[in-house]
């Protein structure tokens, strides 16, 4: 297939454009470069031994959107692009439901004018909200998120299965990531997180590397095993694999539109990965437990079997690996991929 990947030069969307090119699909990439850089697509390049065409600008334009359309041959979409900080999204709310809904909008009509009925879109396991028992299983009912970015992935998937529910033949995955985590195995792509990480693993790495003096560990005192959160971690080129598997899967797909979950199955602590991470530098790293981060919950994690059963898919990468890799990113690179084109 020729797969438009929209935001293919971000973190999940690079990998997978790899895991696409093993797999012997084509690519075209559509990033507006705003939380990427433009560096990253010579190093898939050179990794995969392809020209891949890269068109810079921003979806929202529905015009440019479906001139695209126009332009490439294009069989079906994998739909990453989107903002995704939590924390900005609650003091920029009219900036995030803009962003994730109206990129999502102009690519819904362009398929709709070119016919492409495949699509996989990149939701998140934020859509559970706070009350769905655990492990999550994909039929809860109750979507709901604690952010506005989360809120962009539960109305999404509404307007997902709305549409593909309205035109015959589409067939659209919905994939919901747990917590990505770790680099492509060469250490030339990884995370690469603009101004101050968020989340924990490149947070931990950039302690390692010396551009953040220690980890705070947010909240010691939650009812797990030894105090801090639990969460889903999973390697980032197994969930790639998975964009792959469910892109395959789509014409076999019985309903227009199924929400997988991305995850191992299995939860790991803040301090665990931690201790693993410190492994993989082989040597200690500074760190302080400090108060809870509002709005965390204290453990959650997938229950991968409807991926397992009707996807042939499961994450088979360690916690080791993911820290193994993630440090071979960071070391190898240490300011993330470079200024330039
Ligand atoms: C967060 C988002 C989620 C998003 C996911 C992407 C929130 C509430 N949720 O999940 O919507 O899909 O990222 O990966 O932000 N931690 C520390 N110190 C740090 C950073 C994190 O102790 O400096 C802890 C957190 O308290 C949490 C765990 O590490 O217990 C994982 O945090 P993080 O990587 O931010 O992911 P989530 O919060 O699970």
């Keep these: 297939m020729r797969v438009l990947v929209s935001g293919g030069a971000g973190y999940i969307g690079s990998h997978t454009v790899l ?7 084509s690519v075209v990439v559509v990033d507006d470069f705003s939380n990427s850089k433009p560096t990253v697509v010579a190093r898939l390049e050179s990794l995969s031994g392809q020209h891949i065409p890269v068109h810079a600008f921003d979806l929202a334009d529905i015009d440019k959107t479906t001139q695209l359309f ?13 903002f995704k900080a939590v924390g900005e999204s609650v003091s920029k709310p009219l900036e995030y439901y803009q962003n994730n809904l109206g990129s999502t909008f102009s690519l819904l009509h362009a398929m709709r004018r070119h016919e492409v009925k495949k699509l996989v879109f990149s939701s998140s396991a934020t859509v559970y909200g706070d009350n769905a028992p655990v492990p999550y299983p994909e039929d809860y009912e109750h979507l709901a998120a604690a952010s506005p970015y989360g809120r962009t992935k539960v109305m999404i998937e509404h307007v997902l299965s709305d549409v593909a529910h309205a035109t015959p033949g589409q067939r659209i995955a919905l994939l919901r990531y747990f917590n990505p985590v770790g680099a492509h195995p060469s250490g030339e792509i990884g995370e690469d997180p603009q101004g101050i990480p968020n989340n924990l693993m490149p947070f931990v790495a950039q302690v390692a590397i010396g551009r953040r003096e220690k980890l705070e560990v947010f909240g010691g005192d939650y009812p797990t095993a030894d105090g801090t959160c639990e969460r889903d971690y999973i390697h980032v080129q197994d969930l790639a694999a998975g964009h792959v598997a469910a892109l395959e899967h789509l014409d076999t797909m019985s309903e227009p539109v199924r929400a997988f979950n991305l995850g191992t199955g299995t939860g790991t602590s803040v301090m665990e990965l931690f201790r693993a991470f410190e492994k993989a530098v082989g040597r200690e790293l500074p760190y302080e437990v ?20 009707e996807l042939g898919w499961t994450a088979t990468r360690t916690i080791e690996d993911m820290c193994a890799d993630t440090w071979r990113w960071q070391s190898a690179n240490p300011q993330g991929f470079p200024d330039g084109s």
Excluded: N, Q
Aim: hydrophobic share 40%; glycine share 10%.
């Design 70 to 82: 126009s332009i490439e041959e294009i069989d079906a979409v994998i739909h990453f692009a989107g």
């Design 290 to 309: 400090v108060g809870r981060r509002p709005g965390d919950l204290p453990a959650y994690w997938a229950d991968p079997s409807r991926a397992r059963d």
């Design 19 to 25: 895991a696409l090119i093993e797999a012997g699909h």
